[in-house]
């Protein structure tokens, strides 16, 4: 499970709400009060926004390991980001600024990923013994 990358779940039931129930996620589902007297309006697709930032944050957390399931957790993130990017291009129900941003995720999780656990790699090597 430590290798499952979490934002795959995102691009899933984007992928599954925008197919089968395309309504739920442009309709509010949530409304916050704010102090200016506005409200702030969630719809379906704005609240998966949200668990995939949080999602996303845990995912850069979890690339500070450098163990075998931390890089299977990179090449599975790269395979999400590769079919969330043919998605985008090809599908047409998925051609909207939601799942563009989600697809943004993807790749952030990827360059992160890599990232991190190259400096991460590189500072355990350098060090001392």
Do not use: K
């Amino acid at each position: 499970m430590a290798s499952f990358p979490l934002l795959a779940l995102v691009v899933a039931v984007y992928s599954a709400l925008a197919l089968a129930v395309p309504s739920w996620l442009g309709d509010v589902l949530l409304t916050l009060p704010l102090l200016s007297g506005s409200t702030l309006l969630f719809r379906g697709g704005d609240l998966l926004l949200v668990v995939g930032l949080l999602l996303l944050c845990v995912e850069v957390y979890r690339a500070t390991s450098s163990s075998t399931a931390a890089i299977l957790n990179h090449v599975l993130s790269l395979v999400v980001f590769i079919v969330a990017l043919i998605e985008l291009l090809v599908m047409p129900a998925m051609a909207n600024m939601t799942f563009f941003l989600i697809v943004l995720m993807t790749l952030s999780d990827v360059i992160a990923g890599f990232t991190v656990t190259i400096s991460t790699a590189r500072r355990d090597i350098q060090r001392p013994s």
